[in-house]
C-alpha cells in the first residue's frame, strides 16, 4: 500500500503571488466607462447638492419646460404650473440665485437658443441634444377642412 503524501502550503514552499497570477482575471481592453458623467457621480458633489437641499438627488435632469398650449382645462393647467414651480423649486439654490428665483426668467433664457452653452454647463438641458419641437400650423386651408 502506497499512500499519497499531504501537501501543506507554507510560505516556504507556495507562492500566493505566482498562483494568484495563474487563477487571476486581467482585464486589458479598454474601458468602457463613460468619463462624461464623473462629475455627477463624484460623492463630493453628489454630498453638496444634499447639504444644500436636503434632499438627495433624483434625477439631475428632471427640470424641463415646453410647449404646453395643448393642455386642456383650467385644472389640468394649473396642476402643470404647480408641478413645474415645484420642480424649479427642487433645483439647486445657486441655479435659482442666477434666475434671481424666477421660474419665468428661467423660461426665457431657456427659449433663447444663444443660452444652449450655459443651459448645458448648468445641466438644465442635455449636452449635444438639441430638443426639436414641433408646433401644429393652422392654415386657413387646413381650418375649413
Known amino acids: 500500500m502506497s499512500k499519497n503524501a499531504v501537501f501543506l502550503r507554507t ?11 495563474e487563477s487571476g482575471l486581467h482585464c486589458e481592453d479598454a474601458s468602457l466607462a463613460q468619463q462624461h458623467y464623473k462629475e455627477e457621480c463624484d ?8 447639504n444644500i437641499s436636503g434632499i438627495l438627488p433624483e434625477n439631475p435632469l428632471s427640470p424641463r419646460y415646453g410647449d404646453f398650449t395643448g393642455i386642456g382645462d383650467y385644472h389640468s393647467a394649473l396642476n402643470r ?19 434671481d428665483n424666477d421660474p419665468a ?7 433663447d437658443e444663444t443660452n444652449r452653452p450655459e443651459a448645458e454647463e448648468l445641466g438644465l438641458v ?7 419641437v414641433e408646433t401644429p400650423k393652422n392654415t386657413p386651408e387646413k381650418a375649413a377642412e
Open 81 to 99: 404650473v404647480i408641478a413645474a414651480q415645484d420642480e424649479f423649486e427642487g433645483l439647486p439654490a445657486n441655479i435659482r440665485a442666477r434666475f
Open 105 to 111: 426668467k428661467l423660461i426665457e433664457f431657456l427659449d
Open 126 to 132: 442635455e449636452k449635444g441634444v438639441a430638443e426639436v
Open 43 to 50: 460623492i463630493n458633489t453628489i454630498l453638496q447638492k444634499f
Open 11 to 21: 510560505p516556504y514552499n507556495y507562492d500566493k503571488d505566482a498562483a494568484s497570477n
